[in-house]
């Protein structure tokens, strides 16, 4: 079996999620646990940061990873889905897991995949976890793929776990509530282990304080602690004076991810480098300066507020796919100078489109386009349904055609932004 054949039996044997939807989803650790003893318990053999949340679950892991490996850590990373090459959810030291090891796990793992039939997700949460043991990382960071409670990635002991945001995404599995969803999140709090909080409102915080109770579990609410004001972005680089408690204590930090929704994931980013650093962690404000202003080249992050063009025009593709991401997406235009803004915009089919189409731009020209995967939803249909919310475009029969169009009409002084759906920006990267 070479690289594409393993692959090729993933995709067709085992249901994933992102491709197909909620047939996909498996509602119990109990596949997880029996692959976790199939391979050893590898999970146990290493040190592990736990992220959950609705939104900034990525970007966290990410800058959580930089900071290790800035100070000596070896750094397994875990995320979750790929925008290109399937190998970018399984990276150590921001290197991909080679496509021989891809191989040999899948081939390794048949007998457990034709007794158990575990969901893609499940196999590649156990493919990470053999391959941080294997290279012997000194941590791994996790990033959740949906909840936490019951999420695969929830058969880890973690020095520490750090909850995002609450905003709605996959109700059908979560609850309709604010509450409910934080309560799947608040999963992920662990006996005795501390939890950050990032976001919180009056729904979801008696939510995470009765959990973290029950599991005496210390909780830090991240923006109690840490306020963190953008004092420049050029498109390219944030720059941030941060101050704990009142004091400065980081001047003109530098962070080379420049989304809308960073100086949020920054101060949770933050609180859990104090609570490392509280475990014994040596994680210096001097590393600290030094890995944010690196993530990228640091995590090989892709497709968070990814700028594919500086100018002539701007082109921006963020993965932005619920509406919690596209109203900061929305208040983050604000902040950028264009004449006319061309939006490049797909969806899946089960996300509430008429509710994620209400938090978009009126004053937009839009190209409406399907991904390439079963689950996304017809072009036509989305126009159809944004039209009927005052926003104008066409539809296109592929994102290829979508962005060409935008680039062909847009002029230099313009704005292109690719967003809806972690697919359309993979067909764009």
């Known amino acids: 079996m070479d690289y594409q054949s393993a692959l090729q039996y993933l995709y067709d044997n085992i249901p994933m999620f992102h491709r197909i939807g909620p047939a996909a989803f498996k509602p119990d650790l109990s596949n997880s646990l029996a692959l976790s003893a199939f391979l050893g318990q590898p999970e146990k053999n290493f040190k592990s940061i736990h992220i959950a949340g609705t939104n900034g679950k990525g970007s966290s892991a990410h800058m959580l990873a930089a900071i290790l490996q800035e100070a000596g850590y070896k750094v397994g990373l875990y995320t979750s889905p790929h925008y290109k090459d399937f190998r970018e959810r399984i990276k150590i030291n921001g ?26 997700f499940e196999l590649t949460v156990g493919m990470a976890f053999e391959h941080f043991n294997r290279h012997k990382v000194d941590f791994a960071v996790v990033e959740v793929g949906m909840g936490g409670r019951l999420d695969a990635t929830n058969i880890i002991q973690p020095e520490c776990s750090l909850i995002t945001n609450i905003g709605f995404d996959h109700e059908q599995f979560l609850g309709n509530t604010l509450a409910k969803i934080a309560a799947e999140k ?52 944030s720059s941030f004076d941060i101050y704990r408690t009142g004091e400065l204590v980081f001047e003109n930090l530098q962070l080379d991810l420049c989304g809308p929704y960073q100086e949020k994931n920054l101060c949770a980013v933050l609180c859990t480098v104090d609570v490392l650093n509280k475990l014994g962690y040596n994680l210096t404000k001097d590393i600290v300066y030094k890995a944010l202003a690196s993530v990228r080249s640091l995590t090989k992050i892709i497709g968070r507020w990814d700028i594919l063009q500086k100018e002539n025009p701007m082109i921006i593709a963020d993965s932005a796919h619920n509406s919690h991401g596209l109203a900061y997406v929305k208040k983050a235009l604000k902040n950028i100078a264009y004449h006319k803004l061309h939006i490049v915009f ?84």
């Open 346 to 429: 797909g969806m899946v089919s089960d996300k509430e489109h008429q509710k994620l189409l209400t938090e978009l731009p009126a004053d937009a020209e839009y190209y409406f386009c399907k991904a390439d995967l079963p689950r996304a939803l017809d072009a036509e249909k989305l126009k159809d349904a944004a039209e009927n919310l005052g926003l104008s475009g066409e539809a296109y029969s592929s994102v290829k055609n979508a962005y060409e169009s935008a680039k062909k009409q847009a002029s230099d002084n313009d704005l292109i932004l690719v967003l809806g759906s972690i697919f359309v920006v993979a067909e764009v990267l």
């Open 186 to 237: 608040a999963g992920i709090i662990k006996n005795n282990i501390p939890t950050v909080i990032g976001e919180f409102n009056d729904e979801t915080r008696p939510v995470f304080e009765n959990i973290a109770k029950d599991r005496s579990s210390e909780l830090f609410f991240s923006k109690e602690i840490y306020n963190c004001i953008l004092i420049a972005n050029d498109g390219i680089v």
């Open 95 to 120: 290197e991909y897991i080679s496509e021989n090891e891809v191989v040999d796990f899948v081939e390794k793992t048949k007998p457990f995949v034709t007794e158990y039939q575990p969901s893609f």
